[in-house]
């Protein structure tokens, strides 16, 4: 009989210092967790940043999209790594890392971030909404361009959704989006964007 050991938890200073570089693990309550990056997630995210990327030069807006970024949350062992980060250039004077790594710790720093959907799909759909709710952010997509979510999430039959959760108050609304729909975002209201062409992205 072979025991498995549990996995050895590390702090967020731990991981920040051996896998800040490494875009294909973040920190969970002191568990390395591997995020199986595929090249069609990629090619999505990639799509979704180039998208955002064009509204923000044409309306002339403070936020960018860095390359690399983590969300540190405090009071926890956590570091999330989004697929999609859209960060307000205005409020960076208040992140107490920001100068000396791209750690983000203040909500009001963040406008939208974006989770493309790989095979630990439950992080995106619970884990994260509570955290990212409770850091305050205005909006969350959680992209699950291969429809692998729980019918919980995204209804049966599964098919490929875009889950787009906007803060009222201190809890997110959520509104499904699926081939043919327009997305709606209210960090973006003049995005022109069909869920379709998400999908697409990753063939």
Known sequence: MIVQSPPKLITVDEF?????NNSRYELIDGELIDMEPTGPHEQVA??????????????DMTYFIPHRCLIKLLGAETAFR???IVLDKTRLVNEPLWQQEPVITLGTSIKLVVEVVSTNWQNDYARKVEDYAMLG???????DYLGIGGREYIGKPKQPTITI???????????????????????FPDLRLAATQVFVAGQ
């Open 82 to 84: 989004p697929d999609v």
């Open 16 to 20: 920040i210092t051996h896998y800040g």
């Open 46 to 59: 990639a799509f979704i940043g180039r998208k955002l990327n064009v509204e923000i030069d044409r309306q």
């Open 137 to 143: 952010l205005p909006e969350y997509w959680i992209v």
């Open 165 to 187: 959760c906007t803060l009222v108050e201190d809890e997110y609304q959520k509104r499904l989006f699926r081939s043919g729909d327009l997305v709606v975002s209210s960090i």
